[in-house]
């Protein structure tokens, strides 16, 4: 490795390598070393432009050669009605079905000659068609990805076969635990208001949509002010807001009858909801209370907050020597299979909670001590604990950008919800702030002595009664 710094290969140069000189050694750390804060600065600025149709055009030029663009709209199933819950879902399969102007089989060999990747994903919030391709296919790409947005053949016979793919689908998912679990979380927490709905909706709506249906959906939402072009990788800005003049500005802004959709304030209820299969071998748990919506200045110490508590997998090595409490309980007493924290943001609130999954005999345990965890953060967290957290939390943040696509899709997202793209840099800065203090009060804010929700699925006879539960949300001690 020494060796890679002489280039020349120099007789002096293989000396030195096969000595391993502490010379060269250090010459080669003096050139290689950039530290942590040097690298953030150093990041490329996210630029951003806006069309007069409000459309918003945001890139970020990392001088790769290959690049990914996509358009991030702002609508998904809390847009939706319980009439045309998953609309979204099923537009998503209809995408590249084909288009005004090429047919299903002329769009994939389009996109094959390219070699490129066109996907796309539906969110609570958020609807994204995106492409990975070669930065010198970028016209063509923008160019693809618009006709499917604006173009969309939407033809009866396609509608018709794509209802088996999503009710296959759906069955599908019915098999992943963990997503039937977040899913009635959030059905039980934001009942009765559209944040409950499920991405993917009901069976019964996938076999009753109709083109007009999704036709009502696209004018509705698919407006310009709610559109965010996004790129990341070869890409240069002025080209990019170039193809987006060409292919977008022709995008509406404007409601039909000026009926703009406004977001219903959703409500969180303490509330449980459990599904009890005894034949099943593990029990899948979700407790969570309402936490902070996506621009909330708290969000970063629930962040914080989350680091603490951790993760864990019984594939897991280290045993006693986790840095996470619960994850060192959840491994010397067997308590858990696997757990994880999480905070699902959303523009005006939250879900900030625990999801485990372990066997029968063990979940009063570990619903107990994930409580519990809760309340060490209200109450006795320590400067070592948030150290540790911070670093960890940043090491995430840094680790999750490490590709074009996850790049774009974090750009896309984020001018969606704070109107610009936050840099990494901003971000260290915030988690740097955080103290001890501010996290016992932050968590004191949003889980000390709150209702929680609950969501259980397996065989969970021995989860604990919801009042017992709700009466762990604090201590007797003051």
Known sequence: MAASVCRVGSTVGRALAKARSPILLSLRRGQATVTYAQSLLGAPETRLTALDNGLRIASEETGHSTCTVGLWIGCGSRYETEKNNGAGFFLEHMAFKGTKKHTQMALEQQVESMGAHLSAYTSREHTAYYMKTLAKDLPKAVELLSEVVQSNALSEADIEQQRSVVLREL?????????????????????????????????????????????????????????????????????????????????????????????????????????????????????????????????????????????????????????????????????????????????????????????????????HWSQNAWMNLCTTVTESDVARAKNALKASLVGQLDGTTPICDDIGRHVLNYGRRIPLAEWDGRIDAVTPRMVRDVCSKYIYDKCPAVSAVGPVEQLPDYNRMRSAMYWLRF
């Open 171 to 367: 069955e599908e998912v019915e098999g992943s635990l963990q997503d039937v679990c977040l899913d009635l979380l959030h059905a039980t927490a934001f009942q009765g208001t559209p944040l409950g709905h499920s991405v993917l909706g009901p069976s019964q709506n996938a076999r009753t949509l109709s083109r007009q249906d999704l036709v009502d959906f696209i004018r509705s939402h698919y407006k310009a002010p709610r559109m965010v072009l996004a790129a990341a990788g070869g890409v240069t800005h002025e080209e990019l807001v170039g193809l987006a003049k060409q292919h977008f500005s022709g995008v509406s802004f404007e409601y039909e009858d000026d009926a703009v959709p406004v977001l219903s304030p959703c409500r969180f209820s303490g509330s449980e909801i459990r599904m009890r299969d005894d034949d099943m071998p593990l029990a899948h748990i979700a407790i969570a209370v309402e936490g902070a919506s996506a621009a909330s200045p708290d969000i970063v110490p629930l962040m914080v907050a989350n680091s603490i508590i951790g993760s864990y997998d019984i594939t897991f090595g280290g045993g006693k020597h986790l840095s996470s409490r619960l994850a060192r309980l959840a491994s010397e007493e067997s308590l858990c299979h696997s757990f994880q924290a999480f905070h699902s943001s959303y523009s005006d609130t939250g879900l900030l909670g625990i999801y485990f999954v372990t066997d029968k005999h063990h979940i009063d345990d570990m619903m």
